[in-house]
């Protein structure tokens, strides 16, 4: 489904993108996502394509807000009926809930429900529309970690199985990394829609990259063209960037690496080759733990943030004030596009 | 006493009512409109909860007496039971609408929108979503605006004239009876007041506490 | 269900054939004996009274208040409706008389106003003269007898003289009020009375007033003069006029 939608209030906005099965739309709390939603379920004023001009009750667009928008006095299946009219309902109703695992659990109120039970049954509920479009407005929020994952599976198996546009809007990276295809809202526009890896590991802006997470960004002028690519100075370091488009030398450029994409040269193992480029020796200057993963600070000629799974620590077992070898894979080094600091 | 309990329990009945009819739009509107100059109308709504009774029952007096400004579009409703009806009314308006206003308050917007993008139209909201939310909301209110006609003095007595049989509620019957020194009857219809209006409470409270029910403990 | 519910309340009570009388509060004790005479004498005519200090039914009856009789405790505020054109006919009927009243707990029967200075007597509660014709009467009688600076701080002022006379009993310690409220069993088994010289005061002729043209009004109108009424004003204190 094509989606062009302009809105006034109550901040300007001009989207335009193209919503698949699960289209997840990442943006930062007051980029206007919940409201491009909302314009797109009908609640709020806009003018675009399509739905333009219908009223919330005919467009069949099921939207699922953040708070869940059960209603208090009915039981899980009269929610879920809720679209539903004729004698059937309930036993339509029960289907929908059998489809989202929760059919046990039919005649429970809301305030009986957990946080995750009750985004099921909403989830149900919409889809009992049979909806041209699902809108999901931070549906990980409110869960904690391994509900969030079970959520994001129901949702990506349901709406595959159903085939339906859905548009799912998070501040999550995590959920990001999930979708079929990730677009990002930033200053009013929708600057980048692609595929997640795309999106993650060349992010068309510096705000972009922060978003995903994309975090050891640099300034630096080029200082020559070389083949297949440019040679970027950033204080002392000169570090090779692939591009097919090299900006004119002693151009002022941005550049980047993930931190999961920042090598540690084991001493056993010596690089050779285009990999030998880009590398530094650093000091390890902190380590976090985050879940199973550790971010490492590291600092040298440059600081960098170092992402390292449990095993290569575990091997590793490296510890503050420890000195190191980086690498710089070229292949993972992001040049910024020259309008990506706008 | 029958008389005056009967008479009582009629203005009573009919100011709820009328304030059920004439609130319930007014305290929606308020909650899910947007009303130009809201707050002052509301503010005017809400006078009557700071005024003496009897400066309120006296100015409308003035307006309902033949030669007022009501009286003369043929609202002549001075020491008439419509007078004291009017009176009542606008005297228990406030307890009402405030009930009113807090019971839809309770319902969360975001429902009711999301009920409208599932193809509801605005009667099955009112009747699936919205109604049984907020009726022992509605309710308690009404019971309310009842329990407070019934104890009503100082706007009755001023508009109503205290005439027998048809604006001498229960209220200046007893008052009448002290000051003619019947203090046993006085207690006696006494009784039978506070008896009533204990299980009016009881009554609203009850409401309140099933409504607390239905909406899960956020309310309040 | 409900509906039903507020047809039969719309329908309300049955109206009778109702006299409408509005009575100056000190007739309270002996109306009610006279009204019960005149149905006797005259059935199919119901009397409702409402009770008040005078000056307050007379603002009410210029204020349109349906009133068939207005019986005021003095000639004054007759008068005024005289002049608003809202009396067709006037008669007196009784005459009133005002007491000063003690309980028991405040010494022996009162022989003069001076009892008021008794110790103990904090609170002396009179009519509202303002718009009770006993108010009225009962400040002329304090100033004529030079009590009144005396006394004047401790004076609080009743709606009518029939609350007064409530709260001589309920709250103050001492009242001036009618002799017809004074002879009321309640007061008379709990207090004593002196009788305030008629030169002190005002007169407090009870006029009646006719303020609608209907028959059973003026029935009652001539009823109130008639012996068996007369009867019954004197055993409750109210003189023959």
């Known amino acids: 489904m094509e989606i062009d939608y302009r809105l006034e209030r109550p901040l300007r906005l001009h989207a335009r993108l193209t919503v698949t099965d699960l289209t997840v739309l990442l943006g930062e709390s007051g980029s206007g996502k919940t409201s491009l939603l909302r314009a797109l379920a009908g609640l709020l004023r806009a003018s675009g394509r399509p739905f333009d001009g219908l009223r919330p009750e005919e467009r069949r667009v099921g939207f699922l807000p953040q708070g869940y928008a059960l209603v208090p006095h009915l039981t899980a299946l009269e929610n879920v009926a809720l679209p539903l009219a004729g004698r059937e309902a309930r036993v339509e109703a029960l289907r929908w809930l059998e489809r989202v695992e929760l059919a046990p659990l039919a005649l429970r109120r809301p305030a009986e429900l957990s946080g995750g039970e009750r985004q099921r049954v909403a989830l149900a509920r919409a889809l009992a529309l049979r909806p041209r479009l699902l809108l999901l407005d931070e549906p990980t929020s409110a869960l904690d970690a391994s509900t969030r994952e079970a959520a994001v599976d129901l949702i990506e198996r349901v709406v595959r199985e159903e085939g339906l546009p859905t548009l799912l809007v998070t501040h999550d990276p995590y959920v990001a990394a999930r979708a079929r295809s990730l677009a990002v809202l930033e200053a009013g526009t929708v600057r980048q829609q692609g595929d997640p890896e795309q999106v993650f590991a060349r992010p068309a802006t510096l705000g972009i990259a922060r978003l995903v997470g994309f975090s050891n960004v640099f300034a630096g002028r080029v200082r020559r063209h070389v083949e297949g690519g440019v040679e970027i100075a950033t204080g002392e370091v000169v570090v090779y960037a692939p591009t097919k488009t090299p900006p004119p030398p002693d151009a002022p450029v941005h550049w980047g690496v993930r931190p999961e994409e920042v090598m540690i040269v084991r001493p056993d193992r010596p690089l050779a080759g285009p990999v030998a480029r880009n590398r530094l020796e650093v000091q390890v200057r902190r380590i976090v733990r985050k879940g199973l993963a550790y971010t490492l600070r590291v600092e040298g000629p440059l600081a960098l943030d170092v992402t390292l799974p449990r095993h290569v620590q575990d091997r590793l077992r490296l510890a503050e004030g420890d000195r190191i070898e980086v690498a710089l894979k070229p292949r993972y080094v992001h040049l910024f596009s020259s309008e990506a600091s706008s | 006493m029958t008389e005056a309990f009967l008479l009582s329990f009629r203005l009573a009945s009919l100011t709820a009512l009328t304030l059920l009819v004439l609130g319930v739009p007014l305290a929606y509107a308020l909650v899910f409109k947007r009303v130009p100059l809201k707050p002052l109308l509301e503010a005017v709504l809400l006078l009557p909860l700071t005024l003496p009774p009897t400066v309120l029952g006296y100015y409308l007096l003035v307006l309902l007496a033949p030669e007022g400004v009501l009286g003369r579009w043929g609202l002549d409703w001075a020491f008439t039971f419509q007078g004291i009806w009017l009176g009542s009314v606008i005297f228990s308006l406030p307890f009402a609408l405030t009930a009113f206003r807090e019971a839809f308050q309770a319902v969360e917007l975001e429902v009711l929108e999301v009920a409208r993008t599932l193809g509801l139209g605005t009667l099955k909201r009112w009747r699936r979503v919205l109604l049984p939310w907020v009726w022992p909301g509605l309710l308690s209110g009404t019971l309310l605006a009842f329990a407070h006609t019934l104890g009503e003095f100082g706007v009755v007595l001023m508009i109503g004239g205290n005439l027998p049989g048809e604006t001498r509620v229960a209220s200046i019957y007893i008052f009448d009876l002290v000051q003619a020194l019947e203090f046993e009857e006085a207690a006696r219809a006494a009784s039978v007041f506070v008896l009533l209006s204990f299980v009016l409470v009881l009554g609203v409270r009850f409401l309140e506490a099933r409504w607390r029910s239905i909406t899960g403990s956020n309310a309040r | ?241």
Do not use: C
């Open chain 3, 1 to 241: 269900m409900t509906r039903l519910l507020v047809l039969i309340l719309l329908l309300g009570l049955a109206h009778a054939e109702t006299l409408r009388v509005a009575a100056a509060a000190n007739l309270s004790p002996a109306l009610p004996e006279v009204v019960a005479a005149f149905e006797r004498a005259y059935p199919g005519v119901q009397v409702g009274i409402t009770y008040g200090a005078s000056g307050q039914l007379a603002e009410q009856v210029r204020l349109g208040a349906p009133f068939h009789i207005f019986l005021s405790a003095s000639p004054v505020y007759v008068e005024h409706l005289v002049q608003e054109g809202k009396v067709l006919e006037q008669r007196s009927f009784a005459r009133g008389r005002l007491v000063l009243f003690l309980p028991r707990r405040l010494g022996p029967v009162p022989e003069g106003l001076e009892a008021l200075t008794r110790p103990g007597v904090r609170r002396i509660v009179l009519a509202n003269p303002e718009h009770a014709p006993y108010g009225v009467a009962a400040l002329a009688a304090l100033k004529r007898s030079g009590l009144y600076p005396r006394v004047a701080s401790r004076l609080i002022f009743a709606a009518n003289v029939g609350q007064a006379a409530q709260m001589a009993l309920q709250g103050a310690d001492a009242g001036l009020i009618s002799l017809a409220a004074a002879l009321h069993p309640t007061l008379r088994s709990r207090g004593s009375y002196w009788l305030v010289p008629q030169t002190l005061h005002p007169p407090l002729l009870q006029v009646a007033a006719l303020l609608e043209d209907d028959a059973g009004a003026r029935r009652f109108l001539s009823f109130l003069t008639s012996d068996e009424a007369a009867a019954i004003w004197q055993r409750h204190g109210l003189e023959r006029p």
